[in-house]
């Protein structure tokens, strides 16, 4: 919780580079094929595919609330 926390002290030029990654990530993980998921997990030694809900539900919509988070705070939720 605290990593999440000190992205907020973040520089503005960092914090919008990993804001862009977590963006990009989300569009590839969201919204991509689970084919090419699994290409590149294959690239990177992953030897068992996961489901592809979790690529989608998982580390697609995490990276984009990840960067929301980063880039919005709570905006008045909490």
């Known amino acids: 919780m605290y990593n999440i926390i000190a992205m907020a002290y973040l520089s503005g030029t960092f914090k919008m ?4 990654f977590l963006l990009v990530n989300a569009i590839f993980w969201g919204l991509y094929p689970h084919s090419t998921h699994c290409s590149l997990a294959a690239m990177m030694g992953v030897k068992n595919c996961p489901a592809h809900w979790i690529h989608v539900y998982v580390m697609g919509l995490g990276s984009f609330i990840l960067a929301l988070y980063i880039k ?3 905006a008045g939720l909490f």
């Open 17 to 20: 580079l990993l804001v862009a």
């Open 72 to 74: 919005q705070g709570g």
